[in-house]
């Protein structure tokens, strides 16, 4: 389970661009609560926009006239004009992020963060789906044969005539069985879940954990569509932190991977009895 975890964790791994990592750098410094800064960043890009084409119609004033002009500077103008038009492009997704927190804050009432979706949507987005299906199956695997081996290793050892003559009982040792299923199961559970954790931390970091998990807008896009369209689910998401809902996953894995692990335990038991 442990070399899986590893696996899958490590050959998953999304590479960003440069830019990608340059604009994280920035949501770590400027962003959270509050988005000023990235507005007024756009509107500083929106305002050279602006005045550059402006002087780039006062040369095309000149050229109807057939007035000379100065190429080189108008060349200059169009070529700084090509390098706003690029870098306002590749900051596109500032205006959206805050656009988003506008319509979450106007329908939802909720006030979203100002934090990058990239690492998140690895660690909790469909870019992750892969990595959490093996790593599910891993354990699910390995409770399965660890579950189904215990009544075959009595047999074969004989053990299993010792645990009916014992003074304690058969009840007495079934619930031992069953405590120590649940035990190892959760200790297993924990280690493999802790580990894909810290490693998800190590390769992409987790910033803004106690932002609202709708911050993220994989997330928040969720809400209106299938479970989350009403309901406690769609009352959860509104009002979960990012750290909630990871806690909130982790304990459904666990409860899972609790009642496979001591269902399948029952029943191999039952198998054994009918033989």
Excluded at 252 to 268: H, Y
């Amino acid at each position: 389970m442990l070399t899986v975890t590893a696996y899958v964790c490590q050959t998953g791994q999304y590479h960003y661009t440069d830019d990608n990592k340059y604009m994280d750098s920035e949501y770590m410094l400027h962003g959270g609560k509050d988005y000023t800064y990235f507005q007024d960043y756009l509107d500083n890009l929106y305002q050279q926009r602006d005045e550059l084409q402006a002087d780039i119609d006062d040369y095309g004033d000149i050229l109807t006239r057939d007035e000379s002009v100065d190429i080189g500077s108008y060349v200059n103008l169009k070529t700084k004009q090509q390098q706003i038009l690029k870098l306002i492009e590749s900051r596109r997704e500032y205006a959206d992020k805050i656009e988003y927190i506008g319509h979450m804050d106007e329908t939802f009432n909720i006030r979203a963060w100002m934090i990058s979706d990239r690492g998140y949507e690895v660690i909790l987005g469909k870019k992750g789906l892969y990595r959490r299906i093996m790593v599910n199956l891993a354990l699910i695997c390995g409770f399965i044969l660890m579950s189904a081996d215990a009544g075959r290793l009595e047999r074969v050892s004989g053990m299993i005539l010792f645990e009916h003559s014992t003074a304690l009982g058969r009840n007495k040792m079934r619930c031992n069985k069953y405590l120590s299923c649940i035990t190892i199961t959760i200790i297993m559970t924990v280690i493999i879940c802790g580990m894909e954790f810290l490693w998800m931390r190590h390769i992409y970091g987790i910033p803004y954990m106690n932002a609202p998990v709708v911050s993220l807008t994989f997330m928040g896009n969720k809400l209106g569509m299938g479970l989350y369209a009403s309901g406690i689910l769609k009352w959860m998401l509104l009002h979960m932190t990012i750290w909630q809902y990871m806690l909130m996953q982790f304990i459904m894995r666990l409860v899972i991977c609790l009642i496979l692990s001591v269902g399948i335990m029952k029943i191999t038991r039952s198998i054994k009895n009918i033989k």
